[in-house]
């Protein structure tokens, strides 16, 4: 899959033209240029909040993986209760995945 032209803008916009680049951020995300160069990048929120979320679950995908090797190495194992409770101190909802 070929990874689409980002939208830029140049910074100096931003202040004469906030409610476009606001409203073109909306479709996605724009980059903020400074002298030719990415100064920043502005999301939406509602996109900022999908990377957060994606970010946490690829977090707590990889401490599972590194747990399971580690109990296989060791053979020990910890209980879906406990390995429930680490998920959700790191902002995972695993609703019905892991029963109590």
């Known amino acids: 899959m070929p990874i689409p032209i980002p939208q830029t803008v140049p910074i100096s916009e931003l202040r004469r033209q906030q409610d476009k680049i606001l409203k073109m951020a909306e479709s996605a995300p724009v980059v903020l240029m400074s ?21 946490n679950q690829l977090e707590a995908l990889q ?4 747990n399971i090797a580690q109990n296989n190495a060791n053979r020990s194992w910890v209980s879906s209760a406990e390995m429930r409770q680490r998920m959700q101190k790191r902002g995972v909802d695993v609703g019905s995945l892991v029963r109590p």
């Open 35 to 55: 002298r030719s160069e990415p100064a920043g990048v502005l999301v939406s929120p509602q996109e900022w909040n999908q990377i957060v979320n994606r970010l």
């Open 63 to 66: 401490e599972a993986r590194h």
